[in-house]
């Protein structure tokens, strides 16, 4: 997560060479703080992700 004002400016001045947000801050010079997650915590990017993420939230509502 990043302050809004900061991830603003980061996406603005990086264009089109950011990959995601975290690339986009780099680029400002500064260094995200990685934190550990829990697996379950996954990043949806592709439909098997978000079919992954369903099992998930199934299992969760058993």
Do not use: W
Not at 32 to 44: A, F
């Amino acid at each position: 997560m990043f302050r809004h004002g900061k991830l603003a400016e980061a996406l603005r001045a990086a264009g089109s060479d950011m990959t995601d947000e975290a690339s986009a801050i780099e680029q400002l010079g500064l260094q995200p703080r990685l934190v550990e997650s829990d697996s379950r915590n996954l990043k949806v990017t592709y439909p098997q992700d978000l079919e992954l993420a369903g099992l998930i939230l199934g299992k969760l509502n058993e």
